[in-house]
T-cell receptor, first 121, second 109 residues
Framework: GAVVSQHPSRVICKSGTSVKIECRSLDFQATTMFWYRQFPKQSLMLMAT?????????EQGVEKDKFLINHASLTLSTLTVTSAHPEDSSFYIC?????????????????FGPGTRLTVL | QKEVEQNSGPLSVPEGAIASLNCTYSDRGSQSFFWYRQYSGKSPELIMFIYSNGDKEDGRFTAQLNKASQYVSLLIRDSQPSDSATYLCAVTGFNKFYFGSGTKLNVKP
């Protein structure tokens, strides 16, 4: 299957600082990537859709000025948590879309990165 | 109404048994259907995808799709304790992915 990496895997920071998380598709180009957040024992929560070359689309209730997303290339999307607070502590997971072969509609597949565990002190 | 519904479980099965996980979806226009496995503290891992009605087998896993009834299921044969995880159903249509909340599976030795 396709490989998606995330860096860092774990980060601890002080309240008020900013943290950048990188998501890379290693063996394919991804025009679309997603960013999720997951709290312990809860479901995945989609935060935003990252499209290469355009602004990210944020889900309702997600502050775009707090969670900055940049999809600078076909293999890299970054999420920056600005002015982090303890309530931002969570498991952040990115995913990348591998487009279906031959242009068949509806055959896109989503592959997840390993996640980044953020702890804000 | 949620786009994708799953029983949260936990579903408990003895080792060696068949585990049956079910998922229903609301959008008849949905085109692709996926099963992901998520271990505690880890990110989801793709197990199988299915596009057409019927069964698709891959090793101990079989995905079943019934578009008329709008459900998709995952069967795990010869369940192992290592299969204990949360299984997420995902459905796509027009570049949008919808996830169920997941079913927790416990395979007892």
């Amino acid at each position: 299957g396709a490989v998606v990496s995330q860096h860092p895997s774990r980060v601890i920071c002080k309240s008020g600082t900013s943290v950048k998380i990188e998501c890379r598709s290693l063996d394919f180009q991804a025009t679309t990537m997603f960013w999720y957040r997951q709290f312990p024992k809860q479901s995945l929560m989609l935060m935003a859709t990252s499209n290469e070359g355009s602004k990210a689309t944020y889900e309702q209730g997600v502050e775009k000025d707090k969670f900055l997303i940049n999809h600078a290339s076909l293999t890299l999307s970054t999420l920056t948590v600005t002015s982090a607070h303890p309530e931002d502590s969570s498991f952040y997971i990115c995913s990348a879309i591998l487009r279906g072969r031959g242009g068949r509609v509806g055959t896109d597949t989503q592959y997840f990165g390993p996640g980044t565990r953020l702890t804000v002190l | 109404q949620k786009e994708v519904e799953q029983n949260s479980g936990p579903l408990s099965v003895p080792e060696g048994a068949i585990a049956s996980l079910n998922c229903t979806y609301s959008d008849r226009g949905s085109q692709s259907f996926f099963w992901y496995r998520q271990y505690s503290g880890k990110s989801p891992e793709l197990i199988m995808f299915i596009y057409s009605n019927g069964d698709k087998e891959d090793g101990r896993f079989t995905a079943q799709l019934n578009k008329a009834s709008q459900y998709v299921s995952l069967l795990i044969r010869d369940s192992q304790p290592s299969d204990s995880a949360t299984y997420l159903c995902a459905v796509t249509g027009f570049n949008k992915f919808y996830f169920g909340s997941g079913t927790k599976l416990n395979v007892k030795p």
